[in-house]
Structure formats: C-alpha cells, structure tokens
C-alpha cells in the first residue's frame, strides 16, 4: 500500500519529509511518476489534474492539502464511493485566526492609510474607533471561521457570525440562513469572509450583499476569489459605499500585474498566506486517514459531497 501525491502549484519536499520521517517504511509516490498505480490506496493532493484519480484501481480515501477541498470537488471524475477529506490543523487554525486580527487591526487603526500618506511625506492625523466600537461580522462559523470570531472576541471587538445552518459561539451574535443574511449584514461595520466555496457561496460578495452593509464598511476576503465579484467591489468602493478591503484570496492566483487591485489606494492585497498548513504538524493527521481507510474505517473530517464541505 502506498500513498500518491498529486499537486499542481505547490512545493511537495516538506510533506514528502514530514511523511517519511513520520512513518519511515512507508511508500510515497509523487504523481505522474507513479511506478505501482494498483498499489496506491491513499491520495493526498492539491489542485491535481482533473480525472487522475482513476489512474489508481484501489484508492480508498483523498485528503485535501489543506482546510479547503473545493479543487478536490471541482472534479467531475471523483471515484465513486471513495471518502474525501480536509485537514484541521491547530497551527493552521491559529494562523487563519491571528491574520483576520491584523488584518481588521490595520483597518480600524488607519495603517494602510498611513502608509500612504508615509509615501507622500504626510502628516495627517485622524481619529480612530476602539474595537469595543465596532462589530465584525463573519461569514462562515466552521473551524477557522468560529476560530477567527473567538479571536476577535477576545480582543474587544463586537463579533456577528452567520452560517448556512444555527450555530453558537459563547460571546458572539449569530444569524442562520438566508432569512437572517440581511440583519447579520446590517449590523458589521467589518465583513470578514471564511465560508466554504460551494455554489451557493460562490459571487456572495456581490454589489447586492455591499449594498446592505454599512455606510464605509470595510471587507475582507480570506476565503477564496471565487466568492468576490472585483467588478462590484471596486464600483462600491468608488461610490463610496465601502471604505476598502482587504484582499488574500483571487479568482486568479497570482494576481496578474495589471490588474486593478495592485494601484486601487483602499484595496491591499496580500498573496493567499493567511493560513498555511504547515505539514509537520499535520501529518499526523494524514497518516491517521491513511490508515483508517486502509482498515475500512471512515476518515477524520469527511467532507459532505451535498454540502461542498
């Protein structure tokens, strides 16, 4: 039995070492240099050629590289009946959480603003909110989203959450659905985007959504680009609507040089490392799969295929 990596887009060498100095006797196949096919029973992988995972007669189970498994289900040719899996993993966890916090720190202390004004030799002063004053709404309460919301929370800020089914979360407001997307939306100041991709997540950060929150709300999307429509982010900015965003995540990765976000002065782009799964703590986690479907037995952290995670 052995386990096959499939990537397009990362640098495998730490999770083939995490692998092989965690359990030694195991076989590692990196795709599409895979010298036994049959013998493959586990897949570990990342944005991987659609269709590849047929080329193995015996797989039994596919994790995710990370806490996202949409590039997994973007297949149309997944194996029937084999389980899919994400990784959560404390560090990544922690990362997600410690970023949303700087990232709604730079914005509610005017730092990106001064920077700028760094740039042209300004000394402009402006008054700022204290995080009792503001309230950060977060979409999406899995576990980085909740991780984040208890982060914020424990610094002094006003947290809402909303998710697609009730959830709840010492300290924090929440809202369920779409009958509650609205309020949850009116009451944050900042919008903070963790939700899964699905397809009915995909584009939720529409002209629409902007609209309901606050006059001179502040966006952030740490989720994935898909769920961002630029051109609508950009027009609400414009008008004035919205005072900025803070951007990780791109429909097209990297972001090409001449787009409009690298010169727009209220957007600040970052380059999808908010949280990176760090494979030495996570490995742990990958081998447990490994075996466990190697056993007949259901993996940690299966994704829903009706949900989309």
Same mark, same amino acid.
């Given at each position: 039995? *052995? $386990?096959?990596?499939?990537?397009?887009?990362?640098?495998?060498?730490?999770? $083939?070492?995490?692998?092989?100095?965690?359990?030694? *006797?195991?076989?590692?196949?990196?795709?599409?240099?895979?010298?036994?096919?049959?013998?493959?029973?586990?897949?570990?992988?990342?944005?991987?050629?659609?269709?590849?995972?047929?080329?193995?007669?015996?797989?039994?189970? $596919?994790?995710?590289?990370?806490?996202?498994?949409?590039?997994?289900?973007?297949?149309?040719?997944?194996?029937?009946?084999?389980?899919? *899996?994400?990784?959560?993993?404390?560090?990544?966890?922690?990362?997600?959480?410690?970023?949303?916090?700087?990232?709604?720190?730079?914005?509610?202390?005017?730092?990106?603003?001064?920077?700028?004004?760094?740039?042209?030799?300004?000394?402009?002063?402006?008054?700022?909110?204290?995080?009792?004053?503001?309230?950060?709404?977060?979409?999406?309460?899995?576990?980085?989203? &909740?991780?984040? &919301?208890?982060?914020?929370?424990?610094?002094?800020?006003?947290?809402?959450?909303?998710?697609?089914?009730?959830?709840?979360?010492?300290?924090?407001?929440?809202?369920?659905?779409?009958?509650?997307?609205? &309020?949850?939306?009116?009451?944050?100041?900042?919008? %903070?985007?963790?939700?899964?991709?699905?397809?009915?997540?995909?584009?939720?950060?529409?002209?629409?959504?902007?609209?309901?929150?606050?006059?001179?709300?502040?966006?952030?999307?740490?989720?994935?680009?898909?769920?961002?429509?630029?051109?609508?982010?950009?027009?609400?900015?414009?008008?004035?609507?919205?005072?900025?965003?803070?951007?990780?995540?791109?429909?097209?990765?990297?972001?090409?040089? *001449?787009?409009?976000?690298?010169?727009?002065?209220? $957007?600040?782009?970052?380059?999808?490392?908010?949280?990176?799964?760090?494979?030495?703590?996570?490995?742990?986690? %990958?081998?447990?799969?490994?075996?466990?479907?190697?056993?007949?037995?259901?993996?940690?952290?299966?994704?829903?295929?009706?949900?989309?995670?």
């Amino acid at each position: 039995m *052995s $386990i096959v990596i499939l990537n397009q887009g990362k640098d495998i060498s730490p999770w $083939i070492k995490a692998l092989q100095e965690a359990r030694p *006797s195991l076989n590692v196949e990196v795709y599409p240099e895979v010298s036994k096919p049959e013998e493959v029973t586990f897949a570990l992988a990342w944005n991987h050629p659609l269709g590849a995972f047929n080329e193995f007669p015996n797989l039994r189970g $596919i994790s995710s590289m990370g806490a996202g498994v949409d590039h997994v289900l973007k297949d149309p040719e997944l194996p029937a009946g084999v389980p899919i *899996s994400r990784i959560t993993d404390e560090d990544l966890t922690n990362d997600m959480a410690n970023f949303v916090l700087a990232l709604v720190l730079n914005h509610t202390r005017g730092l990106a603003f001064y920077k700028l004004q760094e740039e042209k030799e300004a000394w402009q002063p402006r008054p700022y909110r204290r995080n009792e004053q503001v309230t950060v709404g977060v979409m999406g309460l899995g576990v980085l989203g &909740a991780a984040a &919301a208890e982060k914020l929370r424990r610094n002094g800020f006003k947290v809402a959450g909303w998710a697609r089914t009730a959830k709840e979360l010492e300290g924090v407001q929440a809202f369920a659905g779409d009958e509650q997307l609205d &309020a949850f939306l009116a009451t944050s100041d900042i919008l %903070v985007c963790l939700l899964p991709l699905t397809p009915e997540t995909a584009d939720i950060l529409n002209k629409e959504t902007f609209r309901k929150l606050p006059q001179g709300a502040f966006v952030i999307n740490v989720a994935r680009g898909q769920h961002l429509v630029e051109e609508d982010l950009v027009e609400m900015i414009d008008k004035g609507h919205l005072a900025g965003a803070s951007l990780d995540v791109f429909r097209q990765e990297p972001l090409p040089k *001449s787009h409009v976000f690298w010169q727009h002065p209220a $957007i600040q782009v970052t380059p999808h490392i908010a949280s990176v799964t760090n494979p030495a703590s996570a490995v742990a986690q %990958v081998l447990e799969n490994y075996d466990r479907v190697n056993r007949d037995e259901a993996p940690l952290n299966v994704v829903s295929l009706e949900k989309g995670y």
